[in-house]
C-alpha cells in the first residue's frame, strides 16, 4: 500500500491524545460522610475488571478513528504493480489513435475510428484538466509532435480522419518517446489505441524507455474476409504502339475461406480494356495474365478493378507505362560503320538507329541511348572506356563485339575500366558453342519448342576471356569448356553484355545465324529504362527519372486534379531523384508537369499490408514486449476512464477509510453512552 499525500501521516502523533487520556484516570473522587451508617441501606461496589475493559475498547475505538481519519486524508492506495505511481505532479500524455484503412470496418460500436476517438477523450478524461497531451496518428505530421492543453487535444481529436499511411508499432512508439524528450520533469504514459492488427508489429523485440508507461487499448473488430490486389507486372518490358500488352494481375486472399470467381477489369485511360476471374485459395495468391492492345504513343495511366464487399480500399491498383514510337540505338564505330549492325536495326522501324565513330561522339548525349554497341575495340582509349563505364553505372546497356586482332590493348583497357572478365589470348581454332541459357530474360519466353539436334553458332576465331570468379558473369551462350560466348555481366544500375567473336564472317557464323537477330532485338528491348510501374504510399520517399535539367524560372509539379505539389529536385549524373516525402497521401496517378508539358505519369497505391485483417492477441502483444510490462484494456461497451485512474494511482482505499473512521467514532459514542460495567451489591 502508497500514500498519494504521506505528510498527512505525521497526524498520527494524535493518536498519543487518547493513550495520555487512559494511562492517567483523570476523574476526581468526591468523599462523602456518613453520620450514621445505619442510614447507609446498599454499597454500590465497582468492579474493576469491567470498567477496565471498557475503558480499553474506548481507547480502541479512538486510536482507529483517528488512524483512518489520517490515512482518508493521507490517500492510501494499492499499486497495480509495483512500478507504478506518480512521483511527479504533472502527466504527460501521448494518445495515439490508429486511423489506417483498417480501422473504416464496423464492429458494435461502430466504426473503429469512431470508437477509437471516443476512448481517447475517457483516457485523457481521466487525468486532471492541468496535464499535457499529444496526439499522434499515422500521418506524422509536425502538429503532432507537440503536446497540448486538454482543450486542444479534445479538438484535434474530433479532426482525426482516415488516411492512406500506415505505420509499426516501433514506429509509433519512437515517435512518442521523443515528444517526451523536453519534458523531463513530468509522470510519462503512452497510449496506443488499435484494432492491432498482425502486421502492425515489427519483426523484432520492442525498444521502449522502461520510464514510461505503456498501455494498449485493444478494440474489438470482426475478422473479414477480403480480397485484394496485390501486384501488377508486364510480361514484356517493352510497350509498341498497336502490340499486344500482356498484364499479369495477381490477387491475394486474406481469409480462411476460397474465394471463387472475383471479377477482374483493367482499364487504360480510364476505357475498358480487359476482362477476366479468378478463384483464389485462402491465405494465397492467384495470378491472370490479361491481353490487350490498340495502345497510342504516349504515357497510359492503368487501373486494375475487383468488386469485393464490404472491405473495398484495396479493390483498386494503379500503374503507369510508356508506349513508345521509336527507340533510339547507338552505334560506335572505329574505321567504318558495322553492316550487319546497320542491316538488323534499320530493316525494324521502332528502332532510330545511329551510328558514329569513336572520334566523334558526344558525350553529354549518351545517356538519351538506352542501348549503345561498340563494334570495334583495338584503339578504345581511357577516356572513353571512363565514360562507358558512368554511362552503364547510371543503368545504360552496352554490348562489346571486340575486334579479333593480335593486339587487344584496348579491349583490356575498356573490361578493365567495366570490372569485366579480361581478354588473354586469341583462339583460332573452329569451335562450336554448346549451351544456351534459356532462362535469360533474352531469350526466355523466344523459343516455344527446341529441336533435339540444336544448331548453335560455331566460331572459328574467338578471345579467350579470363574466368574472374570476382565478376558477375552470366552466360548466355557458352562454348563446352565453360568459357563465355556470349556473356551478360551487370555493372552498377546496368548491363554490359561481351561477345568473344567480332562481328564479322572470318570469325564465324554468328551474325548469320537464326539466334543473332533474336538476341540483338530482345537486348535492345531489355535496355529500355521506364518509370516503374507503381510506388507505394508510406514506404517510397523519391521517385526516380532520368536526368531532368531545368532553367533558372522552372519548376516541377506532381499534379493530380486540383492536388499539386512541388517535389525537391536531386539531380546527379546517375539521374534524378525527386523526394516527394509526405506530401502524396492519396492513391492514384500523378503528372509531372515541367511548364504544360507531361514529362512522365507515376502511380501510388496504398500499403497492401493493410489488406490482411487478422489480429493480435493479447499474448502475442505481451510476447513482444520487454518483461511484459505493458497494460493492455479491452474496453467492451463500458468507459475505460476508471480502469485509468485505477492503473495511474492503484486502487483507492481514501473512501473506505473514511468510512471506517465514522464507523468507529460511532463505535465510541455508543460504548461511551451504553456500555454499563457490572456492579455487586453489598447488603448493610
Not at 527519372?545 to 536531386?570: C, H, V, W, Y
Amino acid at each position: 500500500m502508497r500514500f498519494l499525500f504521506p505528510g498527512f501521516l505525521f497526524a498520527l502523533l494524535f493518536i498519543a491524545i487518547p493513550v495520555i487520556i487512559h494511562l492517567f484516570n483523570f476523574r476526581k473522587f468526591k468523599k462523602v460522610y456518613f453520620s450514621n451508617v445505619s442510614f447507609l441501606k446498599e454499597i454500590q461496589h465497582q468492579t474493576s475488571s469491567s470498567r477496565n475493559l471498557k475503558n480499553l475498547l474506548l481507547l480502541i475505538a479512538r486510536i482507529l478513528t483517528i488512524i483512518f481519519l489520517v490515512f482518508a486524508f493521507a490517500r492510501p492506495y494499492i499499486p497495480e504493480r509495483e512500478d507504478s505511481g506518480n512521483q511527479y505532479e504533472q502527466n504527460a500524455v501521448s494518445i495515439y489513435i490508429d486511423n489506417s484503412y483498417s480501422m473504416e470496418t464496423l464492429n458494435k460500436e461502430g466504426s473503429l475510428l469512431d470508437e477509437a476517438k471516443r476512448r481517447a477523450r475517457e483516457i485523457a478524461s481521466a487525468y486532471s484538466i492541468n496535464n499535457k497531451y499529444q496526439l499522434l496518428t499515422n500521418d506524422f505530421e509536425g502538429k503532432h509532435q507537440r503536446l497540448l492543453s486538454y482543450e486542444d487535444f479534445i479538438k484535434a481529436v474530433d479532426d482525426v480522419k482516415i488516411s492512406s499511411l500506415n505505420k509499426n508499432l516501433q514506429q509509433i512508439i519512437s515517435r512518442q518517446q521523443d515528444v517526451f524528450a523536453s519534458e523531463p520533469n513530468t509522470e510519462k504514459a503512452v497510449y496506443v489505441i488499435s484494432d492491432f492488427q498482425r502486421n502492425f508489429l515489427p519483426v523484432k523485440d520492442l525498444e521502449i524507455d522502461s520510464a514510461i508507461a505503456l498501455r494498449f487499448v485493444r478494440l474489438e473488430a470482426n475478422e473479414l474476409a477480403n480480397i485484394s490486389v496485390d501486384s501488377v507486372w508486364f510480361v514484356s518490358p517493352v510497350h509498341r504502339t498497336n502490340e499486344t500488352e500482356k498484364l499479369v494481375v495477381q490477387l491475394k486472399n486474406n481469409s480462411d475461406k476460397r474465394a471463387e470467381n472475383i471479377p477482374i477489369k483493367v482499364l487504360i485511360d480510364g476505357k475498358p480494356k480487359a476482362l477476366g476471374s479468378l478463384n483464389v485459395e485462402a491465405r494465397n495468391t492467384s495470378k491472370d495474365t490479361l491481353s490487350f492492345s490498340g495502345l497510342n504513343p504516349g504515357w497510359k495511366r492503368g487501373e486494375v478493378a475487383i468488386t469485393d464487399y464490404p472491405v473495398v480500399f484495396d479493390d483498386n491498383f494503379f500503374f503507369s507505362f510508356n508506349v513508345r514510337q521509336r527507340m533510339p540505338v547507338l552505334s560506335i564505330f572505329e574505321q567504318a560503320e558495322n553492316p550487319y549492325i546497320n542491316a538488323l536495326y534499320k530493316a525494324e522501324s521502332f528502332f532510330n538507329y545511329q551510328a558514329v565513330s569513336s572520334g566523334s561522339i558526344d558525350y553529354s548525349r549518351l545517356a538519351e541511348h538506352p542501348l549503345i554497341i561498340l563494334t570495334a575495340t583495338e584503339n578504345t582509349s581511357a577516356g572513353l572506356a571512363t565514360q562507358l563505364k558512368t554511362y552503364v553505372q547510371n543503368g545504360g546497356s552496352l554490348m562489346i563485339f571486340p575486334s579479333t586482332e593480335p593486339s587487344f590493348s584496348g579491349l583490356s583497357t575498356l573490361t578493365q575500366t567495366l570490372g569485366t572478365e579480361v581478354p588473354q589470348a586469341i583462339l583460332s581454332q573452329e569451335t562450336k558453342v554448346t549451351s544456351i541459357n534459356l532462362q535469360h530474360p533474352i531469350f526466355k519466353g523466344v523459343f516455344s519448342q527446341l529441336p533435339n539436334k540444336l544448331d548453335l553458332p560455331v566460331a572459328k576465331k574467338a578471345i579467350r576471356y579470363s574466368n574472374s570468379s570476382r565478376s558477375s558473369r552470366q552466360s548466355i551462350l557458352q562454348f563446352a569448356d565453360g568459357r563465355g560466348f556470349f556473356s551478360h555481366y551487370s555493372v552498377g544500375k546496368g548491363k554490359v553484355y561481351l561477345s568473344a567473336v567480332a562481328l564479322s564472317e572470318e570469325s564465324g557464323n554468328f551474325v548469320r545465324h537464326s539466334v543473332f537477330v533474336p538476341l540483338m532485338y530482345q537486348a535492345a528491348f531489355l535496355s529500355l529504362r521506364d518509370n516503374r510501374l507503381f510506388y507505394t504510399l508510406g514506404k517510397d520517399q523519391f521517385l526516380e527519372m532520368n536526368k531532368i535539367t531545368l532553367s533558372a524560372n522552372q519548376t516541377l509539379k506532381l499534379k493530380k486534379g486540383n492536388f499539386e505539389a512541388i517535389p525537391d529536385m536531386r539531380s546527379s549524373d546517375k539521374g534524378t531523384r525527386l523526394f516527394i516525402s509526405d506530401q502524396i497521401k492519396e492513391k492514384g496517378l500523378y503528372q509531372l508537369l515541367k511548364g504544360d508539358s507531361i514529362l512522365s505519369v507515376f502511380a501510388f497505391n496504398d500499403n497492401r499490408l493493410e489488406s490482411d485483417l487478422s489480429y493480435l492477441t493479447k499474448s502475442d502483444l505481451k510476447s513482444k514486449i520487454p518483461n511484459g510490462k505493458v497494460d493492455i484494456f479491452n474496453p467492451g461497451k463500458g468507459s475505460i476512464q476508471n480502469a485509468i485512474k485505477a492503473v495511474n494511482n492503484g486502487l483507492q482505499l481514501w473512501k473506505l477509510c473514511l468510512i471506517l473512521a465514522l464507523v468507529f467514532l460511532a463505535i465510541e459514542i455508543l460504548l461511551a453512552r451504553f456500555y454499563k460495567a457490572k456492579e455487586s451489591k453489598l447488603k448493610i
